[in-house]
T-cell receptor, first 117, second 113 residues
């Protein structure tokens, strides 16, 4: 099975611009989560989508948004970019389907390296 | 709030020795504890995980132990090899937000040949 794919792998933007990152989950996986990784803050949860609905959100400003399509692919958008948004953005997918809130394993993609100048 | 502390931040061992990384979590509702290995230029790769109804789990040279009372879990790597060199992250999540992983700050492991 192909793993989680993210595009683009590298991106350079300037302050004030907006950016859209894409994530294709492992075939059959229905949950997609996004994380931001920086040297200073480490790995931080952004949001999680399942069946085109956001189920959980981290502590990020409203400039960070996402969506999920009917084929489970997901995009995240960052508007009005700031220098501090420079980071590795990671997408993770999970199969989902077990009842009772049992946590599924999350499989990560290689990430998109965003640099804001 | 939710927090996971991880120690040490760097660890250097001789090839063949054991390595131990420790994490402490703050939220007693946490019930799932994965460990990830991240190599340069790659995303985190799951190496082992444990759930709160189990005290220990082993997979070849890797083992994880969980002490729910102390809210503490550890990763043990035996017979380390140079290819084990990477950054290791612990994480925790809980039932009502099981897809929200709270990560530790990472441990850079260097295995000297």
């Amino acid at each position: 099975k192909a793993g989680v794919t993210q595009t683009p792998r590298y991106l350079i933007k300037t302050r004030g611009q907006q950016v859209t990152l894409s994530c294709s989950p492992i075939s059959g996986h229905r949950s997609v989560s996004w994380y931001q990784q920086t040297p200073g803050q480490g790995l931080q949860f952004l949001f999680e989508y399942f069946s085109e609905t956001q189920r959980n959100k981290g502590n990020f400003p409203g400039r960070f948004s996402g969506r999920q399509f009917s084929n489970s692919r997901s995009e995240m958008n960052v508007s009005t970019l700031e220098l501090g948004d420079s980071a590795l953005y990671l997408c993770a997918s999970s199969p989902v389907g077990l009842a009772g809130g049992r946590a599924d394993t999350q499989y990560f993609g290689p990430g998109t390296r965003l640099t804001v100048l | 709030g939710e927090n996971v502390e991880q120690h040490p931040s760097t660890l250097s061992v001789q090839e063949g020795d054991s390595a131990v990384i420790k994490c402490t979590y703050s939220d007693s509702a946490s019930n799932y504890f994965p460990w990830y290995k991240q190599e340069l230029g790659k995303g985190p790769q799951l190496i082992i995980d444990i759930r709160s109804n189990v005290g220990e789990k082993k997979d070849q040279r890797i083992a994880v132990t969980l002490n729910k009372t102390a809210k503490h879990f550890s990763l043990h790597i035996t017979e380390t090899q140079p290819e084990d060199s990477a950054v290791y992250f612990c994480a925790a999540s809980k039932v009502d937000s099981s897809y929200k992983l709270i990560f530790g700050s990472g441990t850079r492991l260097l295995v000297r040949p």
